[in-house]
Structures are given as structure tokens and as C-alpha cells.
């Protein structure tokens, strides 16, 4: 059974970093794309960062862009979401994601099959 498992989030100050991590099992391919949605109170679940199979295409949302860096480790079945100069409407829960029928990174939600539960990112003001 494939489980997506997020640890990391917590409660920084504006301006901080913090690094989420994710680690994969149970998904049927050897080769697919990873990445991260957010969801923010009273608000629709958002794209964040995506990776292709071996990180070497990735996406970001504009509001990310320089700021979050996504990288992953194929060996340890790993997806990382660097965050820097977090600010306040960073706020939300993260997931990870895979797209277990595909190699390639999706912005559209509707196109990763596994998600994780979630973990909770806070920066205060």
C-alpha cells in the first residue's frame, strides 16, 4: 500500500526557513514525479513545487519562486521542500505528493494519485 509520510513543519518567525521532508513506500513505479500542494484556512489547496522523476525539471507557483527549493533523493525515496524568507501567507498545511503514472511534474492537483496527510507550517508575523 503506498503511503506518502511529512515531517518538519512547525512555527518560525517571518524571515525564517524551515525544511520539509517527505518519505515515499509502497508506490508501484521506480520512476515519478514528486511535489508539494498547500492548503491555507478558507482556501482552496494550492500548487507549491514539483519535481520530475530525477529532479531534473521542477516547477514552482510564482509566490514560491526564490524563495522554496525542492529536491529529492531517489535512493532513500526522499522529497525535501526547502523553505526561506518564510512569510505570513506561507501559512497552511503542506502535502506531499507523487504521480505514480507519470515521470513528469503537474501543477494541476488532479494529476498526482498519492497524497500524505499533511503537516502544518506556521510563521507568525
Known amino acids: 500500500q503506498a503511503k506518502l509520510v511529512e515531517s518538519g513543519g512547525g512555527l518560525v518567525q517571518a524571515g525564517g526557513s524551515l525544511r520539509l521532508s517527505c518519505k515515499a513506500s509502497?508506490?508501484?513505479?521506480?520512476?515519478?514525479?514528486k511535489g508539494w500542494f498547500r492548503q491555507a484556512p478558507g482556501k482552496e489547496r494550492e500548487f507549491v513545487a514539483a519535481s520530475d522523476w530525477n529532479g531534473g525539471t521542477t516547477y514552482y507557483a510564482d509566490s514560491v519562486k526564490g524563495r522554496f527549493t525542492i529536491s529529492r533523493d531517489n535512493a532513500e525515496n526522499l522529497v525535501d521542500l526547502q523553505m526561506n524568507s518564510l512569510e505570513p501567507e506561507d501559512t497552511a498545511v503542506y502535502f506531499c505528493?507523487?504521480?505514480?503514472?507519470?515521470?513528469?511534474?503537474?501543477?494541476?492537483?488532479?494529476?498526482?494519485?498519492?497524497w500524505g496527510q499533511g503537516t502544518q507550517v506556521t510563521v507568525s508575523s
Open positions: 505528493v507523487a504521480r505514480g503514472t507519470s515521470i513528469w511534474p503537474s501543477r494541476s492537483r488532479d494529476d498526482y494519485e498519492y
Open positions: 509502497g508506490i508501484p513505479n521506480s520512476r515519478y514525479a
